[in-house]
């Protein structure tokens, strides 16, 4: 079974910085693309970037890149969001996701953890 | 960035058939995906490339479209559908819709 479990996220300080982790269980890790996708309260999806199978290609949405870093860990199988200036804008539930394998023609999550909250506020 | 519009709400009775649309700001070609989203819970994919329904999801959902026009169709609806149904786009980078949200009579 599929399973990705975020970890992380709580009350953070505005302009503080906040590492969140992801791990992964089920399938084989370094096989797939994976992903952050963050939802602000009663609010849509935002797509925050992606990494690929070995880490030589990682982008970010253009209004996160300054902020945030997307890593992996293949041998642990754990995916990293390191979040740095925060601000209240960026309280939200972040979910990672799992991207693509190889080979595939279209880009989507097929699947998603169950997320983590981070509250960023003095 | 490519925008995709989807309409806020809509409310149907359980049996019933509902099409949920979401239009792009420009071609994506079959590049659309949906996904649902039920309160508290993260996102479920439904549909990827326009039209292939993703493994373990009921045949009740269908997607079509291409290029600017896509549709998501539930046929029977049934009460555990109530959810948030978002769309997605990755032929030009990648943006979610707003969400369209469903509700049962």
């Known amino acids: 079974e599929v399973k990705l479990v975020e970890s992380g996220g709580g009350l953070v300080q505005p302009g503080r910085s906040l590492k969140l982790s992801c791990a992964a269980s089920?399938?084989?890790?370094?096989?797939?693309?994976m992903g952050w996708v963050r939802q602000a309260p009663g609010k849509g999806l935002e797509w925050i970037g992606e990494i690929n199978q070995d880490s030589s290609t990682i982008n970010y949405t253009p209004s996160l890149k300054d902020k945030f870093t997307i890593s992996r860990d293949n041998a642990q199988n754990t995916l990293y969001l390191q979040m740095s200036k925060l601000g209240s804008e960026d309280t939200a539930i972040y979910y990672c996701?799992?991207?693509?394998?190889?080979?595939?023609?279209?880009?989507?999550?097929?699947?998603w953890g169950p997320g983590t909250m981070v509250t960023v506020s003095s | 960035d490519t925008v995709l519009t989807q309409s806020p709400a809509l409310a149907v009775s359980p049996g019933e058939r509902v099409t949920i649309s979401c239009r792009a700001s420009?071609?994506?070609?079959?590049?659309m995906h949906w996904y649902q989203q039920k309160p508290g819970q993260q996102p479920k994919l439904l549909i990827y490339g326009a039209s292939n329904l993703e493994s373990g999801v009921p045949a009740r959902f269908s997607g079509s479209g291409s290029g600017t026009d896509f549709t998501l169709t539930i046929d029977p609806v049934e009460a555990d559908d109530t959810a948030t149904y978002f769309c997605q786009q990755s032929w030009n980078d990648y943006t979610f819709g707003a969400g369209t949200k469903l509700e049962l009579k």
């Open positions: 996701a799992r991207g693509p394998g190889y080979n595939s023609y279209y880009w989507y999550f097929d699947f």
């Open positions: 089920g399938f084989s890790f370094n096989d797939y693309w």
């Open positions: 420009e071609s994506v070609s079959t590049g």
